[in-house]
């Protein structure tokens, strides 16, 4: 689960938002700056939101507000997404839930490691929820996997797009089936596993004083306006990539992708920083769970109401090698339940291959 907090560093980006706004409707041919301005403009309403959720959660019982968070968790990335297959960009889409799941794997965990390593000698989390927590993440990888190595079996057969949409459904609905399965596993029936030290309230740090009324009037506004400035986004993405030389797929792997988790990003760091391994490993892998688990299958059932045409999940072979890749060496790392700052370099270097890769893939 995601903890987040607007911090005053990020709360002047604020202005990008009005900025957004002028270019979009007063100089639509700027595409390129419209994206910059769209793309900061994400990073305080993602942190907004998810405070917003923090709060919305204090005014439940304990599980109702992990659903909660678990929910509303990678919102920005939903959001980004559904904007996204509105204009028939799958490609885009795709991009950004495999940047997703390997960025929370290799680019927040590897920070958090390093983070945390250079300041204790030696770091521990709970092995056997970190294992609970790697198994579920391979059965994710699985399902992403399996359409791609369909497709690529099943050749140009005529009826194999028909069969590669029907197998997507399919396994999109074993996914979301999985992931509530994982909530009641991680949420009510062994609860104390995810339970570590710092988990508790007076290690969350979340600011008292909200009204439930205003959590969810801040919950639903910045909601509104993420999708306002995803919408602006994903619509200046083409030229953007066209204009800094860099493919699409990189574009959604690497730029949205950082853009939508940024603010667990943070999150994730400085709970290493103060020695709460177990929050922070639970909101990297966790939230790579609930894109691979939980958005991804929503994406696909969206997609028959509001995108022009069904999306599968068919990656491309690079997609799935990277995710599989990034899942294999995090169980590695992960499964004696303790961390220092050398296997943070080792995951940062991973995810700095990848970025490399994406980047040299043709426009």
Same mark, same amino acid.
Do not use: W
């Given at each position: 689960m995601k903890t987040t907090k607007l911090t005053p560093r990020l709360s002047w980006l604020l202005v990008c938002v009005p900025a957004a706004a002028v270019v979009a409707y007063g100089f639509p041919e700027l595409q390129t700056p419209l994206f910059v301005l769209a793309a900061l403009a994400i990073l305080p309403l993602a942190g907004m939101l998810g405070e917003a959720t923090e709060h919305v959660a204090e005014h439940t019982s304990q599980g109702i507000g992990g659903l909660l968070n678990a929910t509303f968790g990678n919102a920005a990335e939903l959001i980004i997404a559904l904007m996204a297959l509105r204009l028939g960009l799958h490609d885009v889409v795709k991009a950004s839930l495999t940047g997703s799941i390997i960025g929370n794997i290799l680019l927040v965990m590897g920070a958090s490691f390093f983070a945390g390593g250079i300041k204790y000698r030696a770091q521990n989390f709970n092995p056997t929820a970190a294992r609970a927590q790697a198994t579920m993440l391979t059965l994710a990888a699985i399902g992403l996997i399996v359409p791609a190595l369909f497709h690529y079996m099943s050749?140009?057969?005529?009826?194999? +797009?028909?069969?590669? $949409?029907?197998?997507?459904?399919?396994?999109?609905?074993?996914?979301?089936?999985?992931? $509530?399965?994982?909530?009641?596993?991680?949420?009510?029936?062994?609860?104390?596993l995810f339970a570590g030290e710092g988990v508790g309230a007076e290690d969350r740090e979340k600011p008292q004083g909200w009204s439930l009324k205003r959590a969810l009037l801040t919950l639903a506004g910045s909601t509104v306006m993420v999708a306002w400035m995803s919408e602006l986004l994903v619509g200046s993405v083409e030229h953007a990539a066209a204009s800094f030389g860099m493919s699409s797929v990189f574009i959604g792997v690497i730029v949205v992708a950082v853009i939508g988790?940024?603010?667990?990003?943070?999150?994730? +760091?400085?709970?290493?920083?103060?020695?709460?391994?177990? =929050?922070?490993?639970?909101?990297?892998?966790?939230?790579?769970?609930?894109?691979? =688990?939980?958005?991804?299958?929503?994406?696909?059932?969206?997609?028959?109401?509001?995108?022009?045409?069904?999306?599968?999940?068919?990656?491309?072979?690079?997609?799935? +090698?990277?995710?599989? =890749?990034?899942?294999l060496i995090m169980e590695q790392i992960s499964s004696d339940g303790e961390s220092n700052w050398l296997e943070g370099v080792q995951l940062l270097s991973v995810y700095i291959i990848f970025a490399l890769v994406f980047y040299f893939i043709p426009s």
């Open positions: 050749g140009a057969q005529p009826d194999a +797009v028909k069969r590669e $949409g029907g197998l997507s459904l399919e396994i999109s609905i074993v996914l979301i089936l999985t992931y $509530g399965a994982s909530l009641l596993f991680s949420l009510v029936t062994h609860k104390q988790n940024a603010a667990e990003h943070s999150t994730a +760091v400085l709970t290493a920083r103060k020695n709460k391994m177990d =929050l922070s490993f639970g909101i990297a892998i966790g939230s790579s769970i609930q894109i691979a =688990l939980f958005v991804a299958p929503a994406i696909v059932f969206a997609s028959y109401a509001i995108g022009p045409r069904p999306m599968n999940l068919v990656f491309t072979p690079i997609e799935v +090698v990277a995710v599989g =890749l990034a899942v």
